[in-house]
Nanobody, 120 residues
Framework: QVQVVESGGGLVQPGGSLRLSCTASGSISRIYVMAWYRQAPGKQRELVAVSPSGAIIQYADSVKGRFTIWTDNTKNNGYLQMNSLKPEDTAVYYC??????????????WGQGTQVTVSS
């Protein structure tokens, strides 16, 4: 099985920065896609940024120019650098990893989420 764990959330003032980390562990052969989603209270979960292996990184319009996603495939880690944070960025942030296991089965695993609160 594959587990995903996020870390790095917290409380930050508007204009501040946070870096979220994501670690996937288990019988992983290869990760094809790592992505970050977020869900604010009363709203649907939305895609924030996606990093497909060998393909173009994409961002939600609302975070372009402020957030950066990257991955360290040697360690099955993913990161989301968030700068110039706004109160509307407040949400639970989730990491997802899509890939194949050593047993050649596919997986799409999600973390438990990490809270990001932007407030003065």
């Amino acid at each position: 099985q594959v587990q995903v764990v996020e870390s790095g959330g917290g409380l930050v003032q508007p204009g501040g920065s946070l870096r979220l980390s994501c670690t996937a562990s288990g019988s992983i052969s290869r990760i094809y896609v790592m992505a970050w989603y977020r869900q604010a209270p009363g709203k649907q979960r939305e895609l924030v940024a996606v990093s497909p292996s060998g393909a173009i990184i994409q961002y939600a319009d609302s975070v372009k120019g402020r957030f950066t996603i990257w991955t360290d495939n040697t360690k099955n880690n993913g990161y989301l650098q968030m700068n110039s944070l706004k109160p509307e960025d407040t949400a639970v942030y989730y990491c997802s990893a899509l890939g194949t296991t050593i047993g050649n089965t596919s997986f799409n695993s999600w973390g438990q989420g990490t809270q990001v609160t932007v407030s003065s």
